[in-house]
């Protein structure tokens, strides 16, 4: 079996600091193969830099997604193409730096495909990802059994249509970009590990990782407002998902959490 670990949106320091200090413990204690996380956040909650997805790598994570924050760093867009394991999501415009597919060796010698995919539902209107899901898919060699998409998404709706897409073509298809972690977690059909959304890896005293103060300013007067992190209440979402790596199948999936310090 391969055991993939998947870490939802790591937002500025608090959720940097939680996977620097948990990582290597459930690593160790869940014998996880695979450790993949969503860094679309880790740049004070606004995108990622060549410096901290480095970090992020250093601390024990192969492949890092992004979303719709990918393009909020300029000094990123050039580390795309120089750095494989860190992934933007596939259905951007082609002329834009970096992929959103990567192939990586699991610790246990499998190799896994990982993917990176956006909504298009209240967010920008880029290609359509259900149709590049099938392209990434087919470009796949059938050996490579192990696959595992994150799907960057606003809506519920849009992400359990693409588990569904999906089912028996990939082995998980966990969503994220809410930073609230749903309890849908299941094995669907035809095999494939499935959750909405992972949650944030961040503070949680907040609003989606932002100071709740800035945030009920911008509810209560509709004015803009500068975006600050929260800081307090850290917690580490995500899932683990076993896969057999034979047959590309799950066969198990579950969240993890980690509340606090
Ligand atoms: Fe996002």
Same mark, same amino acid.
């Given at each position: 079996m391969t055991n993939i670990l998947f870490i939802g949106d790591i937002f500025a320091s608090t959720?940097?600091?939680?996977?620097?200090?948990?990582?290597p413990e459930i690593v160790a204690?869940?014998?996880i193969h695979l450790t993949i996380a969503n860094g679309e956040n880790a740049a004070g909650?606004?995108?990622i830099t060549p410096q901290l997805a480095d970090e992020i790598f250093g601390f024990g994570v192969q492949v890092i997604t992004t979303g719709n924050h990918a393009w909020d760093k300029r000094e990123c867009y050039e580390y795309y193409d120089r750095q494989q394991r860190l992934l933007r999501p596939a259905n951007y415009p082609a002329e834009l730096p970096g992929s959103g597919l990567v192939k990586v060796k699991a610790s246990n010698g499998v190799e896994c495909a990982?993917?990176?995919?956006?909504?298009?539902?209240?967010?920008?209107?880029?290609?359509?990802?259900?149709?590049? +899901? /099938? %392209?990434? *898919?087919a470009s796949l060699a059938p050996h490579t059994k192990v696959r595992f998409v994150d799907f960057h998404a606003e809506l519920t709706s849009e992400k359990v249509a693409m588990g569904w897409h999906l089912d028996g073509r990939v082995s998980a298809m966990v969503g994220t970009h809410t930073h609230?972690?749903? +309890? /849908? %977690?299941? *094995?669907?059909?035809?095999?494939t590990a499935y959750q909405t959304d992972a949650g944030m890896t961040g503070p949680y005293s907040g609003v989606i990782g932002v100071d709740k103060d800035i945030v009920l300013q911008?509810?209560?007067?509709?004015?803009?407002v500068k975006m600050q992190a929260a800081?307090?209440?850290?917690?580490?979402?995500?899932?683990?998902?076993?896969?057999?790596e034979a047959t590309g199948k799950a066969t198990a999936i579950r969240r993890v959490e980690v509340i606090g310090s």
């Open positions: 959720g940097r600091g939680m996977v620097a200090r948990h990582l204690l869940e014998n909650g606004f995108g990982v993917m990176n995919l956006q909504g298009r539902s209240h967010m920008v209107p880029i290609d359509c990802p259900f149709k590049k +899901a /099938d %392209t990434l *898919i609230v972690p749903t +309890a /849908d %977690t299941r *094995i669907l059909p035809k095999g911008k509810f209560l007067k509709q004015i803009p800081q307090n209440n850290p917690e580490l979402h995500g899932v683990i998902v076993e896969v057999d």
